[in-house]
């Protein structure tokens, strides 16, 4: 049951509704998104089937698909009067029976966005398209689109750069260079031809305003943006879930390693060698411990041996007061606090001293008495993706509520 607790945990710290059922499909758990959404108590839900709560009873086969196939199952459903795909997944129940566990993610504006594009302009029908052709991939969405709108109104799209790099349409050179020069939303004219470049992102689209169109480009261009960066934001978050809920399992097998550790201190060092795993961007790592007013460093990923059991006083941490307890931070300047340090030659030695070094750091809280400091640096001056940050951040609380219990 000890997984349920944690999957429970984890759900918690979602922002939409989850619940948690048993092999025949009746509710075990509910959160308080989910109790907003039916409009009961959890006592009125737990222990009832979905089909019961909302009188959908296709609900009960897609429950038995999931426990039997033991395979995610993704749909859409009306509650209330909103729109939500939902996503359902098999998990293992004490009992060696599956359940199912899932959340929904209200998509009510997108379904209301689907059914507008039907009704309006060609470029919001082909931003539908292209992000369903996109694959959760950022780059393909944009260019899908950009070559969709220019093969429908090549007079009208002219060209997509990329960090402004030509991707395609015209190759006007000369044009290329003005645009270039041109970081907002802005109208210019060209060998006698009106243009305007659209900045989202790190993208530029640039289009040909035609003369009767001028005194509404502005807007009806913003519009186009605007959509555009709605779509691209859909695509990021859904790639970040994605990712968060593929790593989950791995999360929750690196809090079981206590099972095979004798130590804290043991356990630290297991949970170190399998959390850089889950996050791509780390080049080298540490674990300190904070015991009394006394940080000891009790786990290190590629660094010498000179940095692990290293003691600083709890005084001269020149991390946490950037971080917090059970918190996840990207330090940026960590570097120049490091510099500033009274173990400034042993950070020097470590390579932490240098411009390009970014870590991020979590802070766990044990209880009262302790906490533990998890950095995972990156020397080439790249920034943690937010799955990243995410998978720390889950790690963070259960890390602390585990070793709070014990």
Request: charged share 30%; glycine share 6%; with cysteine.
């Amino acid at each position: 049951m000890r997984y349920l607790y944690f999957l429970q945990q984890f759900f918690e710290k979602l922002p939409t509704p989850a619940f948690i059922k048993d092999n025949k499909g009746r509710y075990l758990w509910v959160n308080k998104e989910l109790e907003n959404v039916v409009g009961l108590p959890e006592e009125k839900v737990v222990g009832k089937k979905e089909s019961e709560i909302l009188g959908i009873e296709e609900i009960d086969e897609i429950d038995k698909k999931v426990m039997k196939n033991r395979r995610n199952q993704s749909h859409e459903l009306m509650i209330a009067g909103r729109h939500y795909n939902i996503q359902r997944m098999p998990i293992r129940l004490g009992t060696g029976g599956y359940g199912v566990a899932g959340f929904m993610y209200d998509i009510t504006e997108k379904v209301l966005e689907r059914t507008l594009y039907k009704l309006l302009s060609f470029v919001e029908q082909k931003i539908l398209e292209s992000l369903g052709e996109a694959e959760g991939d950022l780059d393909k969405f944009v260019t899908t689109f950009s070559r969709k709108f220019h093969a429908e109104y090549p007079h009208i799209a002219v060209v997509l750069l990329k960090d402004n790099e030509y991707l395609i349409g015209s190759k006007d050179y000369k044009l290329i260079e003005k645009v270039k020069q041109i970081d907002e939303v802005k109208t210019f004219t060209h060998e006698k031809q009106n243009y305007q470049v659209i900045p989202i992102e790190n993208f530029k689209f640039v289009v040909h305003v035609p003369e009767h169109y001028l005194s509404l480009a502005k807007a009806l261009f913003s519009f186009l943006g605007s959509q555009v960066l709605a779509a691209m934001k859909v695509i990021e978050n859904q790639r970040m879930y994605k990712d968060v809920i593929e790593k989950f399992d791995s999360i929750t097998k690196i809090i079981s390693l206590w099972n095979e550790s004798n130590t804290l201190e043991e356990y630290l060092e297991r949970i170190l060698g399998d959390l850089v795993k889950l996050v791509p961007e780390t080049q080298k790592a540490s674990i300190w411990l904070l015991e009394n007013d006394t940080y000891k460093c009790v786990a290190v990923y590629n660094y010498d041996d000179e940095v692990k059991n290293v003691l600083i006083k709890a005084s001269d941490d020149n991390y946490g007061p950037n971080i917090g307890e059970n918190k996840v931070v990207e330090l940026l300047d960590a570097y120049r606090l490091n510099l500033q340090s009274k173990q400034r030659e042993i950070w020097e030695r470590a390579g932490v001293t240098t411009p390009n070094f970014i870590p991020l750091v979590g802070s766990v809280k044990v209880r009262d008495k302790k906490v533990i400091i998890i950095s995972l640096d990156n020397f080439e001056g790249q920034r943690f993706s937010e799955t990243s940050k995410k998978v720390l951040q889950i790690l963070v609380e259960l890390l602390s509520a585990f070793l709070s219990g014990k």
